[in-house]
């Protein structure tokens, strides 16, 4: 397990807003969580918008690393659903 973690959310505010209007804000903030917290032994997570309602988080142990691990928060019109 990584000592620490360096969570990137690179989205802007109208792609933060574009998400939340669709899913809500309790399910989007609960996105965000799982995709910063999920398998910590990497150092560095990045987590971007991927189409209208979806995201994808690549996991490195750092920054400057090859990508470890890929997986996509995909909006299922009532949940999100992770997938690697």
């Known amino acids: 397990m ?4 360096e969570v990137r ?9 574009q ?4 899913v809500g804000l309790f399910r989007f903030y609960g996105a965000i969580g ?3 917290t999920w398998n910590m032994s990497y150092g560095f997570v990045q987590i971007t918008q991927d ?3 979806d995201m994808v988080a690549l996991y ?3 920054a400057d690393g ?3 691990y890929v997986i996509g928060a995909v909006w299922h019109g ?4 992770f997938h690697s």
């Open 2 to 5: 990584a000592d620490q973690r």
């Open 9 to 17: 959310i690179l989205m802007d505010a109208a792609q933060q807003t």
């Open 19 to 22: 998400i939340k209007e669709v």
């Open 34 to 36: 799982y995709l910063s």
């Open 51 to 53: 189409d209208t309602t």
């Open 60 to 62: 490195k142990d750092t």
């Open 66 to 68: 090859p990508t470890k």
């Open 78 to 81: 009532d949940r999100y659903g």
